[in-house]
């Protein structure tokens, strides 16, 4: 890809205001879904089984709604970092003031973008009307505390994609809040270039909010969720390794279908999806779209030069290969200097501190990834 786009000239009045942007930090639930309990209606309780009948000391009962998420595999070292337990014992990442202490404070993170962690398996959901409510009335918690908790902390807002109309009126609606700076859009089993999101992708490009996309722990598991190829996986470890290859075919499907000529203003961001891949899908691209462009008369750019404008990656999880130079060429073909931006993860288990993450990559891009990168994809909202 070297070969195809000139290195792009830095600006001379990059973004310098920040020390560090985490772009994907995790904020929980201390009570669960039953901490939604205040911003749902009372007919919407009832119907999710989060009324009056649940008690706000319990674990739930057999009727409260579930969002589906991964009890196929079990991860032994734990999903969650114990060590980001608050003092009053409440579940990693539940405390705001905790969360900002142990991870904002101590890492010198300026802004830290929140994705929901109870969210991320909304689009596995078979009910567009259940995940719609739940994914407005999360905004609204997420919002009161946590947002207002900090003035560092930034917000991702949650639609679900099972009805793309209700899905672009939430995300008018919380997008008054700006203090969002990004639409998080949990995957289901059609693939992000199809028409289905279009009214999605246009609410988020009229707004200016990149769109964002996680693992949602369910992948190859819930029939409504992102397939794995070749069948389910035995293992746990068979099972995360595995996850980059959903984030690879939505990334080709957007280039295929042409979604970025039609929201040229729109941008995705691939959280915790891996960069080795990268390279492979770009070169197959570049070179398969010059036989068959006929089949795609809307692609008028090389595809690479689609991924590089509109599509961002993250550093967690960062490869770690034997020989440094590896990364580097990656990060060279990748064009990180302008598509990475620095994640730690927190809580979970794969936490990456960016006191050791950030020393692996050349030295030339890490202000890049550290901070202006992230300025540039969230804008002013940031």
Same mark, same amino acid.
């Given at each position: 890809?070297?070969?195809?786009?000139?290195?792009?000239?830095?600006?001379?009045?990059?973004?310098?205001?920040?020390?560090?942007?985490?772009?994907?930090?995790?904020?929980?639930?201390?009570?669960?879904?039953?901490?939604?309990?205040?911003?749902?209606?009372?007919?919407?309780?009832?119907?999710?089984?989060?009324?009056?009948?649940?008690?706000?000391?319990?674990?739930?009962?057999?009727?409260?709604?579930?969002?589906?998420?991964?009890?196929?595999?079990?991860?032994?070292?734990?999903?969650?970092?114990?060590?980001?337990?608050?003092?009053?014992?409440?579940?990693?990442? +539940?405390?705001?003031?905790?969360? #900002? !202490?142990?991870? &904002?404070? @101590?890492?010198?993170?300026? =802004?830290?973008? %929140?994705?929901? $962690?109870?969210?991320?398996?909304?689009?596995?959901?078979?009910?567009?009307?259940?995940?719609?409510?739940?994914?407005? +009335?999360?905004?609204?918690?997420? #919002? !009161?505390?946590? &947002?207002? @908790?900090?003035?560092?902390? =930034?917000?991702? %807002?949650?639609? $679900?994609?099972?009805?793309?109309?209700?899905?672009?009126?939430?995300?008018?609606?919380?997008?008054?809040?700006?203090?969002?700076?990004?639409?998080?859009?949990?995957?289901?089993?059609?693939?992000?270039?199809?028409?289905?999101?279009?009214?999605?992708?246009?609410?988020?490009?009229?707004?200016?909010?990149?769109?964002?996309?996680?693992?949602?722990?369910?992948?190859?598991?819930?029939?409504?969720?992102?397939?794995?190829?070749?069948?389910?996986?035995?293992?746990?470890?068979?099972?995360?390794?595995?996850?980059?290859?959903?984030?690879?075919?939505?990334?080709?499907?957007?280039?295929?279908?042409?979604?970025?000529?039609?929201?040229?203003?729109?941008?995705?961001?691939?959280?915790?999806?891996?960069?080795?891949?990268?390279?492979?899908?770009?070169?197959?691209?570049?070179?398969?779209?010059?036989?068959?462009?006929?089949?795609?008369?809307?692609?008028?750019?090389?595809?690479?030069?689609?991924?590089?404008?509109?599509?961002?990656?993250?550093?967690?999880?960062?490869?770690?290969?034997?020989?440094?130079?590896?990364?580097?060429?990656?990060?060279?073909?990748?064009?990180?200097?302008?598509?990475?931006?620095?994640?730690?993860?927190?809580?979970?288990?794969?936490?990456?501190?960016?006191?050791?993450?950030?020393?692996?990559?050349?030295?030339?891009?890490?202000?890049?990834?550290?901070?202006?990168?992230?300025?540039?994809?969230?804008?002013?909202?940031?």
């Amino acid at each position: 890809m070297t070969d195809v786009l000139a290195d792009p000239a830095l600006a001379a009045d990059a973004p310098t205001r920040y020390d560090l942007v985490d772009c994907d930090v995790h904020p929980i639930m201390k009570g669960g879904l039953g901490d939604l309990r205040p911003y749902l209606s009372r007919a919407a309780q009832h119907r999710l089984g989060l009324d009056e009948r649940r008690s706000l000391t319990a674990q739930g009962h057999r009727e409260a709604v579930s969002i589906p998420r991964n009890t196929l595999y079990v991860n032994q070292a734990g999903v969650l970092r114990d060590d980001a337990r608050a003092p009053d014992g409440s579940a990693p990442g +539940a405390d705001p003031a905790f969360t #900002a !202490e142990q991870l &904002l404070d @101590a890492n010198g993170i300026s =802004r830290a973008v %929140l994705i929901g $962690g109870e969210v991320l398996g909304l689009g596995a959901m078979p009910d567009p009307d259940a995940a719609a409510i739940i994914a407005s +009335a999360y905004n609204d918690w997420l #919002a !009161e505390t946590w &947002l207002a @908790a900090d003035d560092r902390y =930034r917000g991702t %807002l949650v639609v $679900g994609a099972q009805d793309p109309l209700l899905a672009a009126k939430e995300i008018r609606r919380a997008a008054a809040n700006e203090r969002f700076v990004a639409v998080l859009l949990p995957l289901t089993n059609i693939l992000m270039g199809q028409r289905h999101y279009y009214p999605i992708y246009e609410a988020a490009a009229e707004i200016g909010l990149p769109i964002t996309v996680h693992p949602n722990s369910g992948e190859g598991i819930f029939r409504t969720s992102p397939p794995m190829a070749g069948g389910t996986p035995t293992y746990y470890v068979e099972w995360h390794t595995g996850l980059s290859q959903v984030f690879a075919a939505n990334v080709i499907s957007l280039v295929c279908h042409g979604v970025f000529e039609r929201f040229p203003n729109l941008k995705v961001v691939v959280t915790e999806g891996g960069l080795g891949w990268v390279p492979d899908v770009l070169w197959r691209l570049d070179k398969n779209v010059k036989g068959l462009r006929d089949e795609v008369p809307w692609m008028r750019r090389l595809p690479s030069e689609y991924v590089v404008d509109h599509v961002r990656f993250t550093t967690q999880p960062l490869p770690e290969p034997a020989r440094r130079h590896h990364l580097h060429v990656l990060c060279e073909i990748a064009h990180a200097e302008r598509t990475l931006m620095f994640s730690s993860d927190y809580p979970h288990w794969d936490f990456d501190d960016p006191r050791h993450a950030l020393t692996a990559l050349p030295a030339e891009i890490r202000e890049r990834v550290k901070v202006d990168n992230a300025c540039e994809t969230y804008g002013p909202r940031l």
